[in-house]
């Protein structure tokens, strides 16, 4: 599906301007100014792998969560939704780097060279965390909001696979983890799936 970044920016725009606490326009100009947010690719092979895959992925996670939010009459203000999808990720801003790859063409049996990316973390804090860490410098979240970013990995997230524990703490707490990691599920493994293919 050919992606209109117009229109995906206005999108993000429009849905982030219901956040109205002290330092979201800060944040906003941050995201704009001095990140690659609009550009970056949503990962460097799996989903959304292609230029404003980040800010597509967002997008698509917040209208998940807002739909949960609605039929399953969760009780989240829009503020959090907005800040939950759409920022979500924003660990990956000024991460992903274009770069040259080698795959075996199925069809011809020889080996391609094809352009798409690595990534240089000039900032190893984690992935929720560091979204986290990037919202925080600009603007207050809940401690319900906070959790849920730093944990919507779910059982993906490094620190579980090492055996950390909290994550189920984290859920039993504050049910927007769960449902966080519900609407980015769905858009990474469901909605994306074959976008490139579309």
Known sequence: MKINIDKAIESFRINFSVVKREGAEDLLRWIEDETDFY???????????CGSGLLIHSLNVRNNLEMLNTRLGLGYGDDTIAICGLLHDLAKVNFYIPIQKRRLNTETGKWETYSGYGYDDRFPFGHGEKSVWYISRFMKLTDEE????????GGFDD????????????????????????????????DELNWDKE
């Open 159 to 190: 620190r579980v696979k090492g055996g950390s524990r909290c994550l189920n703490d984290a859920i039993g707490k504050y049910p927007l983890v769960f449902w966080l990691h519900t609407a980015d599920q769905k858009a990474s493994s469901i």
């Open 39 to 49: 550009t970056a690719p949503a990962s460097a092979g799996y989903h959304l792998a």
């Open 146 to 153: 906070a959790m849920s970013i730093n944990w919507h990995m």
